[in-house]
């Protein structure tokens, strides 16, 4: 009988990616199998350019894997990451001042207007890429209805007499926990006039934007290295040789980029982890989605990293040979890092059978104990298999200090708040309204109100008198299936209301309780008359 791996091959669906180097590098380098029918369901991992929806995510296999997680729009589009930024900058502002001040509008607009005077703004869409619509102003008057407004870093590092950002490229192949990785190389992506100081120029897009889209149609552009020129796009590792000539630590600032990484994705992730987690609530390997984002980051004149955006769809296409040799790299080691093969397809089908069949047999505690298991099971084998591999991602999440713990636990409860209400157990309500009711709360106007109802001529229904008795009334609105559940004494304490008793006074104690009983009668009895 033939090993498993020589019964089939690995089908990788790319129909719907317009990049002739993931369909080069899945066929000729990983000998992989290509699926170019959008209607293929039979694959094992699809690589397209779109997001993809909850929807469609919820309808894969447990084996299959996808080059996107739903929502990472979260971090993708410009209005949300500043938002996210923007929120956790006010928990940490000691260690979310990695991005230049950031509005929103129309939501900021009267923020924007109340800050301190600025020199420049730089306007983006919401959710554009490639520098469209990207435009520098500097009156507010001159803003549009809808977009993201980011104060322009004036004094950019230059080499050359040129400014240039960075395009570091980032994979996630877990969010639940994350697993986060960097790789070595990235592109140095050059503007194609030389830099002046901001005045008179602010229309000389290829002097301030260092986007590729926009500086190939400068006549300009260079491709390839020309003399002593390097080029309008370099290689990372040339950069950081380049600063180690000029005395600079290259180490501590790699550090403080990667840091600059993970703290990004943290504030985003609990969005996407819920919804990875609504979709296969029950998948123990962590690992159906993977993503290759294009982070871009520049330099200031003090070599200070600061986060430009996060794309979620970084361009691969091939328009020169340091194009090809970084982005073959990216992929191929990302596409590696994922150990999909049919052996662990296999183990995933057993795994789905076994599954169905536990969860039938054991309570409930039990199975969430044994999804556990199979989790860390995953977890330790990825592990295993991660440290094995010869790739240039580097994992800078998780690591051995616990310094993004702080991070990760606020993000959670702002994401909790601002989505999802309170939830709180019936015990727990429960609780609440027993303490609630032991307070003795003083409510004078309330009290006024009933003693004008207690006078009033109307005859109070006989009721035998009660010794010590304790009259009680509700502080709060309580939800009527809990009150029957509370001993209250009396019961008739309170109005009808909907679904909701509404309370009118609270505690008295033996004659007191007596006379304040007789008055809620008198009182039920005017409001019985008067809805009559």
């Not at 592109?187 to 500086?215: D, G, P, S």
Request: hydrophobic share 35%; charged share 30%.
């Amino acid at each position: 009988m033939e090993k498993v791996s020589q019964e089939r091959s690995i089908i990788i669906n790319v129909a719907n990616t317009q990049y002739d180097i993931i369909k080069s590098i899945a066929s000729e380098e990983l000998n992989w199998t290509l699926s170019e029918k959008d209607t293929e369901e039979n694959w094992d991992i699809c690589w397209q350019d779109f997001a993809i929806s909850p929807e469609k995510f919820a309808d894969l296999e447990i084996y299959q894997k996808i080059n996107h997680f739903p929502g990472m729009g979260t971090l993708s589009r410009k209005n949300n990451l500043a938002s996210n930024l923007n929120i956790m900058q006010k928990v940490f502002p000691d260690d979310y001042n990695f991005f230049p001040e950031t509005w929103v509008l129309p939501k900021d607009l009267f923020d924007l207007k109340n800050r301190a005077k600025f020199n420049i703004l730089i306007v983006k869409p919401e959710s554009s890429c490639q520098g469209k619509g990207i435009s520098l102003i500097k009156r507010i008057e001159d803003l549009p209805e809808r977009c993201v407004a980011q104060r322009y870093i004036s004094r950019p590092f230059l080499i050359d007499n040129l400014k240039f950002d960075l395009r570091l490229y980032v994979l996630i192949t877990g969010c639940d926990p994350l697993r986060i990785f960097l790789h070595e190389d990235g592109l140095v992506r050059f503007a194609t006039e030389e830099y002046k100081e901001a005045r008179n120029n602010l229309e000389n897009l290829y002097m301030h934007l260092t986007n590729y889209a926009i500086n190939k149609n400068n006549p300009k552009f260079q491709f390839e290295p020309s003399g002593t020129f390097m080029g309008h796009k370099r290689t990372l590792s040339w950069l950081w040789s380049y600063l180690e000539e000029k005395g600079h630590n290259v180490d501590a600032l790699w550090r403080e980029i990667a840091a600059i990484i993970v703290k990004t994705i943290i504030s985003g992730a609990p969005c996407i982890t819920h919804l990875y987690r609504s979709c296969h609530p029950d998948d123990p390997t962590n690992s159906m989605c993977f993503e290759v984002l294009g982070f871009d980051v520049i330099l200031d004149q003090n070599l200070k990293p600061w986060l430009l955006e996060v794309n979620h769809t970084p361009s691969f296409t091939v328009d020169s040979q340091i194009d090809l040799m970084v982005k073959k790299s990216v992929i191929i080691d990302a596409l590696n890092l994922l150990n999909i093969t049919p052996q662990n397809r296999t183990l995933l089908n057993n795994s789905i059978k076994s599954r169905l069949k536990d969860r039938n047999l054991l309570k409930i505690k039990e199975y969430k104990k044994w999804k556990e298991k199979q989790a860390n099971k995953w977890r330790f084998s990825r592990d295993i298999f991660e440290q094995q591999q010869e790739s240039g991602f580097v994992k800078i999440y998780p690591d051995f200090r616990q310094i993004y713990v702080k991070f990760m636990d606020v993000a959670n409860q702002i994401w909790s708040k601002s989505t999802i209400p309170k939830i709180i157990t019936e015990q727990e309500e429960e609780t609440i309204i027993r303490q609630v009711i032991r307070k003795k709360i003083s409510l004078p106007k309330l009290r006024k109100k009933w003693e004008a109802l207690s006078r009033k001529r109307i005859p109070s229904p006989q009721e035998p008198p009660r010794k010590e008795e304790t009259f009680v009334f509700r502080a709060l609105p309580v939800p009527r299936r809990l009150v029957s559940r509370i001993d209250f004494k009396p019961k008739k304490n309170m109005s009808l209301t909907g679904n909701y008793l509404i309370p009118k006074v609270m505690s008295y104690q033996g004659e007191q309780a007596q006379e304040e009983n007789k008055s809620f009668m008198k009182w039920k009895l005017i409001k019985q008359t008067s809805e009559g």
